[in-house]
């Protein structure tokens, strides 16, 4: 099963041009959570400053480690728009540690996904960031069917 | 800081931001530009394919759209300080309003309150019309440079 949702996961995720171009992966997808890595890249590493160094870049992968939470905590695929995230920054990332999301749909209703997410980097009690999204649910028949049977791995070309 | 001191200083003499903006190597993986119009700063995210996050619709990342408002805000800071400092990031909120479609994007940030170490800022972001932004956020920034948020 975890497998099953690992596979779901990493298709969704493989799907997304801006994905691609930051190597994001997802390493651990089961019933309840998400693990997905942004790994250490040149492209994201500054010569010239040592501050900052995942300025803006610790959002995206938030967003993304919530939004594949989403996908285990329902039973059909459904892409759910984000309604709103909020990221507390607790310190500063380095750029020389690939940085990790946990996240977690922790309650699903009719409408409305609620989830949480850590970010660390080399030691998961200690995380740099917390955030909590809200996604709203499409209503069922209103995702792209392509696109789902695309996630569900069912073998129809996009 | 003194590159950065030096930047700042060049680039409010020249009008061209893009070398404070190079700084944060993201910025540039991203795209983002800004200009300056009297004493306004609007961020510009142009159309580009490799900022989609929904391929159906097809939709801007909503990452990709949180983390401009951001750089938004911490540029728009950078530049307004007195004595320049990439401001560090306490919190940051964002809600979003509209699909974000794929086309260029602009941003603007608000400094509601600056203090002495804190800074309160709001941003919005719109493609067609302001009147009708996409998403809206509102952040907090660690300005004293010699602060240390570990």
């Known amino acids: 099963m975890s497998e099953q949702i690992l596979q779901k996961c990493q298709r969704f995720i493989g799907a997304l041009a801006h994905m691609r171009k930051l190597q994001m992966q997802v390493i651990k997808a089961d019933e309840k959570s998400v693990t997905v890595v942004l790994p250490v890249q040149g492209q994201l590493v500054s010569n010239e400053l040592d501050t900052y160094m995942h300025g803006g870049v610790l959002t995206t992968l938030v967003d993304t480690a919530t939004s594949l939470s989403t996908i285990p905590a329902l ?24 940085m990790y ?17 850590t970010v660390y980097q080399d030691n998961p009690s200690k ?3 917390y955030a909590i999204s809200t996604f709203m649910r499409p209503g069922s028949g209103n995702t792209d069917l392509a696109f789902k049977s695309l996630v569900d791995g069912v073998k129809e070309t996009i | 800081m003194d590159l950065l001191q030096q930047r700042v ?8 931001y893009q070398p404070v903006i190079d700084l944060i190597p993201y910025a540039g ?3 983002v530009h800004c200009e300056r119009f009297g004493e306004e700063m609007i961020f510009r995210l142009p159309c580009n394919l490799d900022n989609i996050g929904n391929p159906t619709i097809p939709a801007i990342h909503g990452g990709v759209i949180a983390s401009f408002m951001e750089l938004t805000a911490a540029f ?14 306490i919190d940051f909120s964002v809600d979003y309003m509209r699909a974000g479609l794929n086309r260029d994007t602009f941003a603007m940030c608000t400094v509601e309150r600056q ?7 709001s941003i919005i972001a719109w493609q067609e019309r302001k009147s009708q932004p996409i998403a809206s956020a509102r ?4 300005l004293d440079s010699f602060s240390s948020l570990t």
Do not use: W
């Not at chain 1, 039973?75 to 690939?98: F, G, N, W």
């Not at chain 1, 999301?101 to 997410?117: G, I, K, S």
């Not at chain 2, 952040?139 to 660690?142: A, E, N, Q, V």
């Open chain 1, 75 to 98: 039973k059909e695929y459904e892409l759910c728009p984000t309604l709103d995230l909020r990221i507390d920054h607790m310190s500063a990332p380095v750029a020389s540690q690939p």
């Open chain 1, 101 to 117: 999301a946990h996240a977690e749909c922790y309650r699903v209703t009719r409408n409305v996904l609620f989830t949480r997410a």
């Open chain 1, 127 to 129: 995380p740099v960031a």
């Open chain 2, 9 to 16: 200083n060049q680039a409010h003499a020249s009008g061209n």
């Open chain 2, 29 to 31: 993986v991203l795209g």
């Open chain 2, 76 to 89: 728009q800071l950078t530049l307004q300080l007195e004595h320049p400092a990439l401001a560090k990031i």
């Open chain 2, 115 to 121: 203090g002495r170490r804190v800074a309160n800022c």
């Open chain 2, 139 to 142: 952040g907090h920034f660690l």
